[in-house]
C-alpha cells in the first residue's frame, strides 16, 4: 500500500487537472449561432388559422454566446441564455422563471414550452436555410407553408391571361397594383374579421393597404380572397367577410 504522504499529493494533481479541464472545455464554447423557425408552428399553419395556434415564440436568432432575439409576433426581444450540462436555459423566459431548451443530433432545437401553451409536445425549431440579410426568416416559411407559388386569376370563371404570384419573401404581382402582401398570425389582426378567420394585407406603391379575408382548399390548388366590411368607428374588428374578391387557382 502507498504511504498517505504518497497519497496526497497524487489527489491534488487529480484534482488540478480536472479542474483545468474544466476550465478549458468552459473556455472553448463558444455558443450557439443561426436563425431558428418554429417548425411545429408552421406545420400546424398550413391547415389552421395561425393565429389560434397556441406558441410561445416564432423564432429564436442566436446573436451570441450567452443572449438570443426572441419573435414573438409583433414583439421581439433579446434574452440570455445559457448551458446547464447537456441542456441550455433561456433566463427569465417566464417572467423569473428560466425556460430549457435542448439541441438534438439533427441540428434541430426542443423547446420545452408544452406547458406554457397548454399542449402535450414541445415546439421543434429548425435551422432557416435562407440567405438574408434581415432579422428575420418566420415569415418568409409562413409565405411558403400558406399561400407562396403561381396563380391563375379566374374572372367570372374564365381564366385570366395574367399570372399572378405570391413570393416568400412578401412581394406579389400579376394582383391589381398591390406589390406587398402580409398573413395575419399574431397581434390585433387576428380578431379583425368575424367570424375570426385567415387574413391576408395588401399594400401598393402609395403605401396604401387593403385588408382581406382568404380561403385556401386541401390540395393548395384554389385561393379565394374576400372583401370585408369596412371598419366602424369605436367597434375594434367584427368585420364581416363578404363577396369573392379574386379568384385564384394553381
Known amino acids: 500500500m502507498k504511504s498517505l504522504p504518497f497519497l496526497i499529493p497524487s489527489i491534488l494533481l487529480s484534482v488540478i487537472f480536472l479542474t483545468g479541464c474544466k476550465k478549458e472545455s468552459e473556455s472553448n464554447y463558444t455558443g450557439l449561432s443561426g436563425k431558428f423557425v418554429n417548425e411545429t408552428f408552421l406545420k400546424q399553419a398550413a391547415d389552421s388559422i395561425p393565429g389560434l395556434i397556441p406558441v410561445y415564440c416564432y423564432e429564436l436568432n442566436f446573436t451570441s454566446k450567452d443572449s438570443v432575439d426572441i419573435l414573438y409576433g409583433f414583439e421581439q426581444s433579446r434574452l440570455a441564455y445559457k448551458k446547464d450540462g447537456k441542456k441550455y436555459l433561456l433566463v427569465h423566459a417566464l417572467q423569473e422563471k428560466d425556460m430549457s431548451f435542448t439541441v438534438n443530433d439533427d441540428k ?12 402535450t409536445r414541445n415546439s421543434t425549431f429548425k435551422e432557416s436555410t435562407l440567405s438574408t ?85 386541401k390540395t393548395r390548388k384554389k385561393l379565394g380572397i374576400y372583401q370585408i366590411e369596412g371598419p366602424v368607428k369605436d367597434i375594434k374588428g367584427e368585420r364581416a367577410i363578404k363577396e369573392l374578391a379574386f379568384d385564384l387557382r394553381r
Request: proline share 1%.
Open 108 to 119: 434541430t432545437i426542443t423547446l420545452v414550452d408544452s406547458a406554457w401553451n397548454g399542449v
Open 133 to 217: 440579410e434581415q432579422k428575420w426568416d418566420f415569415e418568409n416559411y409562413l409565405n411558403q407553408q400558406m399561400i407562396a407559388g403561381e396563380y391563375a386569376l379566374f374572372k367570372a370563371d374564365k381564366q385570366a391571361e395574367k399570372k399572378v404570384n405570391f413570393n416568400a419573401d412578401g412581394s406579389v404581382t400579376g394582383l391589381e397594383n398591390f406589390k406587398r402582401y402580409n398573413l395575419c398570425y399574431s397581434g390585433d389582426c387576428v380578431g379583425e374579421i368575424y367570424p375570426i378567420s385567415n387574413s391576408i394585407t395588401f399594400s401598393n406603391e402609395k403605401k396604401e393597404v387593403f385588408t382581406y379575408a382568404f380561403k385556401t382548399d
